[in-house]
């Protein structure tokens, strides 16, 4: 017999949904929670944990072994109640089933087990044997129109920190500002969003209309765990210093460097202000753009190289062929597809990536680790469940599956393998 012990999810119902797919198959689940956020969608067995963080490791490695527990799943494996839940797994022989946003995203999300983005077992497969297992070439396929459910995301993470706020046992907490200050955020944010759309519009505009080749700098949110626990910078300001001074010193003269904000940017850092004053003190004031959001595929479209920590948007930047230079551990930077120029060299005369091995490896990311569908919309919901109970209930991890020697696949029929024509974020 199977049992799942599940942990913090997305927001939204979707774990709860997983959930109810397991259950159909025979398998026993239940789950932990930590605060009413938790338990708002949740329907079925669930224990409380309402002790100290310092407290949580020897908890759950007793209620693993107490339960008798098959499998751990959980969102992220960075947050303190995940880091210390997972050796204990381990420790017991336990299956980790872990789910993140997709590496291709907006169309898919991301499954794999163990770990994900620097802990991910991915980025210990030689890209040798990644090309090697591409046996049929990829079909193009339209992609869907807009980011699918950014407002949906948006949605579920208010009545989630709203159900909180409402009371109730509420720790430990793996966020770095409070629930009742990261509430004011969102709420400013929303009120002041017809504004900064009609910015971001300009902004776009104005830089469409120059004929001067730019740079773009994929910036991610400051306390996003991936940029935090798997890059070199000790945040966004120390980032942004590192790219402007680089390319103070190393790009011509002519050209633009672009700074474009996260989806998702909350305001907790000021990250438009903080831009312009690093500029006027470089003397390139007149030279860099800051746009705070808006579609990716526009500005990746024109632009002349892309710059990232480890953000996922840069998988965009090598579909479409663009040299990047990202500084944090991922499981995209490998030599073929990222410079490992100095940051100063790199805007001087770029490196491209090699266009037909990055082609293989997003080929076996779509037929691996990245499950079509959303966290965030009902049917992309059922989309998911379709494919990941009998992924989860499998053997072998998707990776170990697909590089098996084609004589030990019995024959197994061969996937369709899909690439997008268009990409936006």
């Avoid at 193009?140 to 909180?164: D, F, K, N, Q």
Wanted: contains cysteine; positive net charge; proline residues 7%.
């Amino acid at each position: 017999m199977r049992r799942f012990l599940f942990l913090q999810g997305p927001h939204g119902p979707f774990f709860a949904q997983l959930a109810r797919s397991l259950r159909a198959s025979g398998a026993e689940v239940e789950r932990v929670l930590f605060n009413r956020g938790d338990r708002l969608y949740w329907r079925g067995p669930a224990t409380w944990f309402v002790g100290s963080s310092d407290a949580w490791p020897d908890w759950i490695a007793g209620h693993l072994a107490e339960r008798e527990i098959t499998d751990l799943v959980l969102y992220g494996d960075t947050r303190r109640l995940h880091a210390d839940a997972i050796p204990a797994a381990r420790k017991l022989g336990l299956r980790v089933h872990v789910f993140e946003e997709g590496y291709l995203r907006p169309w898919w999300v991301t499954y794999e087990r163990e770990g994900s983005n620097g802990n991910s077992p991915l980025i210990d497969i030689p890209l040798d044997r990644i090309t090697a297992a591409r046996d049929t070439p990829a079909l193009p396929v339209e992609a869907p129109e807009g980011w699918g459910a950014l407002y949906r995301h948006m949605g579920y993470g208010a009545s989630y920190h709203a159900a909180i706020l409402s009371g109730g046992p509420s720790q430990p907490s793996h966020r770095e500002v409070s629930i009742r200050r990261e509430a004011v955020l969102n709420i400013a944010r929303l009120i002041t969003a017809p504004v900064a759309a009609l910015g971001r519009r300009f902004a776009t505009w104005r830089l469409s209309r120059s004929a001067a080749p730019y740079h773009l700098v994929l910036l991610q949110l400051d306390h996003d765990a991936n940029f935090r626990n798997h890059g070199p910078f000790r945040d966004s300001e120390d980032f942004v210093t590192t790219v402007l001074k680089s390319f103070a010193s190393g790009a011509r003269r002519h050209h633009r460097l672009v700074f474009k904000a996260h989806p998702l940017e909350d305001g907790r850092v000021p990250l438009g202000p903080l831009i312009r004053r690093k500029a006027a003190d470089l003397g390139v004031s007149e030279r860099v753009h800051y746009i705070p959001g808006g579609k990716l595929a526009t500005l990746l479209d024109k632009a002349t190289t892309a710059v990232a920590v480890n953000s996922t948007a840069a998988q965009q930047a090598l579909f479409r062929g663009l040299p990047l230079r990202a500084f944090g551990r991922s499981v995209y930077a490998r030599s073929a597809f990222v410079s490992d120029q100095p940051l100063r060299d790199f805007f001087a005369d770029p490196h491209p990536p090699d266009r037909e091995a990055y082609a293989a490896y997003r080929q076996f990311l779509l037929e691996t680790s990245q499950v079509p569908g959303s966290y965030y919309s009902a049917p992309g919901r059922r989309q998911l469940c379709r494919r990941l109970v009998d992924m989860m209930l499998a053997d072998t991890d998707a990776y170990a599956a697909r590089l098996r020697p084609a004589s030990a696949k019995l024959g197994a029929a061969a996937p369709q393998h899909l690439a997008l024509v268009r990409s936006s974020k």
